[in-house]
């Protein structure tokens, strides 16, 4: 069961494997929102590449969210902060969601068989679905605008080091190697670790810091949202 | 004078910078094999894509080398073995060469203002030569057909390092950050540290555990291959 991780979107086709669960992370923030989202009882949730799409979708009623660059794009209602999310309108719902690079991570991978999104919020959640599942692992990280970041890379590097040193996975692939090195320097402290990261120094300039602490918190979440056609639902 | 790092040559566009100075990595071997053979006093090199280049070079008389997936080309003298460049016949020739990875990266980065070579055998002397140009720098590493590699990301990781902390260079690049944390980890003991990598291990299906060890020794060979027009010439 060998382990694969790609750092960027652009990259994916490199590493397709039609035997592989999919692995989408985009920590901070797209794929911690969807984790919050269905852990505070979202129905379905519709990623969407693009704020066109979104607004199609806004325009049939449905609760959209749209973020680009970090911020809530204007007219739109929610965007990728996981605080968005914790209230009781979106119980039940189904909700649009189109981010800067989450939504182009899960994009670049819908030839997939299966793609599950992870977060530091659902860690625990994601390796005991991968472990039952007992198939190859692909990490698909969002980067930023399909360049390598550190946060996503670390959660790969979390997940892949369970999975390799106590569940018998393996790996020959060196991002992955690189990933559980960088995550085994970080992970006495990821917020300390990430102060020099670019999108965390990024997200601080527009007063994130709440929600790059939410991000970084592992297990908050235990859910594992799973893509089933055009939607993700709780697996 | 910031450093970024593009861990493939697929990702140059994105990181493409005209007021850099580009080092072109290939610590396994293409790079190395270059260093090593200007440290021995070949004139120039041809670097060129495609093995049908090298083909036309040959038969117009050149001393051509091309390799493909570690081994020589069938019908050519040399690979990127740089054993293979340690020898009398070499000096003050003009050699084209072909490689895997590495001339493919030279080739991404064509649009680039100015292109150095790098290799841990011409490690110190392409710090003092970037120090000395008091430029932005683009470390664009040659990877393994356009996905990430471990060695060539601790060259990075060990110049960007000395860049930084010694000559006041910046970053807010994580390639770049990821780079020198895992050079850190590994400076120690290069070679120990490579032993589960991907391309070690193709190498040491080969029976190349003496060119891996060469070179992963620093500063074997201080001179600075650099591009002139089509020619890399010593700087």
């Not at 989450?102 to 530091?120: L, R």
């Not at 020099?196 to 527009?206: D, E, I, T, V």
Request: hydrophobic share 45%.
């Amino acid at each position: 069961m060998k382990i694969e991780v790609c750092y960027t979107p652009q990259a994916y086709p490199l590493f397709h494997n039609p035997d592989a669960v999919v692995v989408v992370i985009d920590v901070l923030r797209a794929t911690s929102a969807i984790t919050t989202a269905f852990y505070n009882g979202v129905l379905k949730m519709i990623p969407v590449a693009t704020v066109e799409e979104a607004l199609e979708y806004k325009n049939n009623g449905f609760m959209v969210a749209a973020e680009r660059n970090g911020e809530i794009v204007e007219g739109f209602d929610l965007g990728n902060s996981p605080f968005g999310y914790m209230n009781s309108k979106v119980k039940g719902k189904t909700i649009a969601i189109t981010t800067t690079n989450g939504t182009q991570a899960i994009e670049a991978a819908k030839k997939a068989s299966k793609i599950i999104i992870g977060s530091f919020l659902n860690l625990d959640a994601i390796i005991d679905y991968l472990n039952a599942e007992k198939k190859e692992v692909l990490f698909v990280c969002a980067g930023w605008k399909n360049k390598f970041n550190l946060e996503d890379t670390l959660l790969a590097g979390a997940v892949a080091d369970k999975l390799i040193f106590k569940h018998g996975f393996d790996t020959h692939c060196d991002s992955t190697l690189a990933a559980i090195d960088l995550y085994k320097i970080a992970k006495h402290d990821l917020v300390k670790y990430l102060a020099n990261s670019s999108h965390r120094n990024r997200l601080a300039n527009l007063n994130l810091e709440r929600d790059i602490k939410y991000c970084l918190t592992p297990n908050q979440c235990p859910v594992v949202p799973v893509m089933q056609g055009k939607f993700l639902v709780k697996a």
